[in-house]
């Protein structure tokens, strides 16, 4: 067989000839450094037999920065043999220890087991000083590639093996990786030695999670492990860690009374406390306003339909598995409603409407509901009701472009208003080659993947394409923005719809007095209320900008003698549509100051003998320090032309 070289020389090798054989027939030196390949432009380990033909490229240890879920896969390995050798030390039997899958993932990687006894926090700097041991030993791994049968007498044991075996097709061969005495079920790719390993890792907890991801099955723990390149950035990943359990949203959430979640509601149902309301309310005031003024039609429409309407649409096809089940009413099936676009499809197609009429725009604060996993339910960010801002417009085809950047627009004029200052602009693309997801037609996502990159390049955006991102009937416009952690998460969307309006067979009366179909823009510019406001949460650390904050003043009285003057004036602000509120407790000033310091409350008014006689307050602001002797009509009117304008 041959294979060909990056330089386009040939290398003759044997049958079934693996990677390694390659690097070491080019010399020994790369043989030595090699670590994995690139085989026919897909990563390799150097283990597995090449396909005859295939253009081979060989990654060294220079380059394994570049290949970090091939090590990060192997230390997934490392971490489950040191888990055997753990409970063999306490006396179990090998075979006590059944595993479930264990992949790399992002920054690291885990591993499911089904143990005699459970871990604990506490064992895992044991298990971490056991991987290191693994890691100095330099164990070869080796690639064994079997029948079923074989691979059932190996794994017997292991009923999740086993599961997975059984369920290959028929005369499909089985692999599975061995380093010393461990040996676990894989496709791989691995580095060929453990010594190879970066020494860059840590375990970081654990936690249950149901084989397979499904409540039906057995409840396996779970154990978390990052791993990086160099110490460095570990260190700088462990660091921004603890900065995120600081600003986890649901412990925040917690402490300023925001939210909660009630057993007997239901999970992923959250109940939005006093505080928490009165930062969606701002968010949904914001964005309807901005609407408005660009001429939205704001509607109510049912949170539930019948199944036909989703089956028309053919999210009953694409979502039915995320979506609630069925109720029978009256002979008749309806479900909670996944979307609300089929909602507002009807809202349009309710009366007859001309080319001069569009573009039509239909916007609601619509709340839906998903049938999301329990595990992967998580405070306001994973939800399974949630109110997503959404609208749709209705347009013809000369106009896509113009109410495509219209949209982005008002996404950037939301996003500066919101302090978002660094964000990525994703073109999501279908997967010409995925014929069950998207819909068949490739004239129709040509020109719609076309219109798209045609409005982006005139708007002089930089934009990367996503292909195999595309929502089923159409591609989309996905909004990254930087998290003050440092990771993308997609806030606003823009999606081009050529299909819904041919299924629900939409119409407007052209210029010629005949028919024609209008295009849909779908698009969501701030997200859902509960995912934004978990995303603002976290961004903020709590400490919201004075338009959104849901306790903006608090009047601290100096004594009891001030209080009266304190109420003044916090009726006074109250009038002018600003949350304020007199801290008239028995303690003293300074620790009625560190209380509101704690509650993050961005404005302090402070009143005592001086400013009651000379109607004033001393202001205190997070982060700018005292002023004091200031009128009680400025600071009012300073205060409320802040709010208006949404300034911090």
Not at 211 to 239: I, T
Request: proline share 6%; net charge negative.
């Amino acid at each position: 067989m041959q294979v060909v070289l990056p330089d386009g020389k040939r290398l003759d090798l044997p049958h079934n000839a693996t990677a390694r054989d390659a690097a070491a027939q080019i010399g020994p030196r790369l043989a030595q450094d090699a670590v994995a390949a690139r085989v026919n432009g897909i990563l390799h380990d150097l283990l597995t037999p090449l396909p005859d033909g295939a253009e081979i490229g060989i990654i060294t240890k220079k380059q394994l920065a570049d290949v970090s879920e091939v090590w990060r896969h192997t230390l997934a390995h490392v971490m489950s043999q040191a888990v055997g050798e753990f409970y063999a030390a306490k006396g179990f039997d090998p075979q006590a220890v059944k595993r479930g899958v264990g992949p790399a993932i992002e920054n690291g990687f885990y591993q499911d087991f089904d143990l005699p006894e459970p871990l604990t926090e506490a064992d895992l700097p044991e298990i971490e000083k056991r991987m290191q041991g693994i890691i100095d030993a330099n164990l070869d791994l080796s690639r064994h590639e079997v029948g079923r049968e074989e691979a059932l007498r190996v794994f017997g044991y292991d009923p999740y093996k086993v599961e997975l075996i059984q369920e290959l097709p028929e005369g499909t061969p089985v692999t599975f990786y061995r380093q010393a005495d461990y040996v676990d079920l894989c496709r791989g790719p691995h580095l060929p030695r453990t010594g190879l390993l970066p020494r860059a890792f840590k375990l970081t907890s654990t936690s249950g999670a149901y084989w397979r991801g499904s409540e039906k099955n057995p409840m396996l723990q779970r154990v978390y492990g990052v791993a990086f390149a160099s110490q460095a950035e570990l260190d700088e990943y462990l660091r921004l860690l603890e900065e995120a359990k600081k600003r986890d949203h649901r412990r925040i959430g917690k402490d300023l009374e925001l939210f909660f979640t009630s057993d007997v509601i239901g999970p992923g149902l959250p109940v939005w406390l006093p505080n928490g309301a009165a930062i969606r309310r701002e968010l949904e005031r914001f964005i309807v306003d901005l609407e408005v003024q660009q001429g939205y039609q704001h509607v109510y429409t049912p949170a539930m339909a019948k199944s036909e309407l989703y089956k028309i649409s053919g999210h009953w096809d694409h979502y039915q598995e995320d979506m609630f089940p069925v109720m029978k009413i009256d002979q008749e099936e309806l479900v909670l409603r996944p979307m609300n676009c089929p909602h507002h499809i009807q809202v349009y197609s309710h009366k007859p409407h001309s080319y001069r009429e569009l573009p039509i725009k239909i916007a609601e604060l619509g709340t839906m509901y998903r049938f999301e996993q329990s595990g992967q339910l998580t405070g306001l960010s994973r939800v399974r009701s949630m109110t997503l801002n959404d609208a749709h417009i209705f347009c013809r085809e000369d106009q896509v472009q113009a109410e495509f950047k219209k949209v982005v627009e008002l996404i950037q004029g939301v996003y500066e208003v919101l302090g978002f200052g660094q964000y990525l602009y994703r073109l999501s693309l279908r997967d010409p080659n995925d014929k069950e997801k998207y819909y068949p037609d490739d004239s129709m996502w040509e020109s719609a993947e076309g219109q798209l990159r045609d409005a982006l390049n005139d708007m002089g955006l930089n934009y990367y394409e996503s292909p195999g991102d595309a929502a089923f009937y159409g591609p989309k416009l996905d909004v990254q923005v930087r998290s003050a952690l440092g990771k993308d998460e997609t806030i606003s969307t823009v999606q081009l719809d050529f299909l819904l309006p041919q299924r629900f067979e939409l119409e407007y009366v052209n210029e010629e007095g005949g028919r024609s179909r209008p295009i849909m823009i779908h698009r969501g510019v701030i997200s859902t209320m509960e995912r934004m406001t978990a995303f603002l949460i976290e961004n903020t650390a709590g400490d919201f900008p004075l338009w959104l904050a849901p306790r903006q003043v608090i009047v601290v009285p100096i004594a009891d003698r001030h209080v009266e003057y304190a109420r003044e004036i916090e009726v006074t602000l109250r009038a002018l549509g600003l949350r304020a509120e007199t801290d008239d407790g028995s303690e003293r000033m300074n620790a009625k100051i560190r209380n509101a310091e704690l509650a993050k409350i961005p404005v302090m008014l402070i009143v005592g003998d001086q400013e009651q006689e000379a109607r004033a307050v001393s202001v205190r602001e997070r982060g700018k320090g005292e002023r004091k002797g200031v009128p009680l009509a400025d600071i009012s009117s300073e205060l409320e032309t802040r709010y208006r304008q949404r300034q911090p």
